[in-house]
């Protein structure tokens, strides 16, 4: 079992930047493909970027790519999201997610996440 608890969201004007993290409990952080979703009103839940247990490897969805960078620091068992550029359009409530086992092929694309968190709103006003 993995609980995730994400910060850092907030209010911010287009250009600017942001820095969500996402705290993981549990001893096998290193062990999960991380993953970033965002839900804006009205719309459904859209996959935003993930990252192998190991970090070595990243993708992104084409409306945030070159823009935002996921990255994780397994001794700390947290997973980031920082944010340039933003734009209204990347309003939405932000979740965190860990898919465990050896699916990267399905989780690079947003798919196989078994533990998700409350989400943290970002509102980026033009």
């Known amino acids: 079992q993995v609980q995730l608890v994400e910060s850092g969201g907030g209010l911010v004007q287009a250009g600017g930047s942001l820095r969500l993290s996402c705290a993981a409990s549990?001893?096998?952080?290193?062990?999960?493909?991380m993953g970033w979703f965002r839900q804006a009103p009205g719309k459904e839940r859209e996959f935003v970027a993930a990252i192998r247990g190991s970090g070595g490897m990243t993708t992104y969805a084409d409306s945030v790519k070159g823009r935002f960078t996921i990255s994780r620091d397994n001794a700390k068992n947290t997973v980031y999201l920082q944010m340039n550029s933003l734009k209204p359009e990347d309003t939405a409530v932000y979740y965190c997610?860990?898919?465990?086992?050896?699916?990267?092929?399905?989780?690079?694309?947003?798919?196989?996440?078994?533990?998700w968190g409350r989400g943290t709103q970002v509102t980026v006003s033009s």
């Open positions: 549990g001893r096998t952080f290193s062990s999960y493909a």
């Open positions: 997610a860990a898919g465990e086992g050896t699916s990267w092929y399905f989780q690079s694309r947003g798919y196989d996440y078994n533990y």
